[in-house]
């Protein structure tokens, strides 16, 4: 099979697109995380 290359080089790109989505996802979280302690503690 000639596309083994192209599929290995696929699954790294599609774990390295999983990691910086989860990498995303958690820097959001802590962003809102960290606006709502701002928020109660400005009232």
């Known amino acids: 099979m000639a596309s083994c290359p192209t599929s290995k ?3 790294w790109l599609a774990r390295l697109g999983w990691f910086a ?3 995303l996802a958690s820097v959001s979280a802590l962003g809102i995380v960290g606006l709502l302690i701002r928020m ?3 009232t």
């Open 9 to 11: 080089r696929f699954g």
């Open 40 to 42: 109660v503690l400005r």
């Open 21 to 23: 989505g989860l990498w």
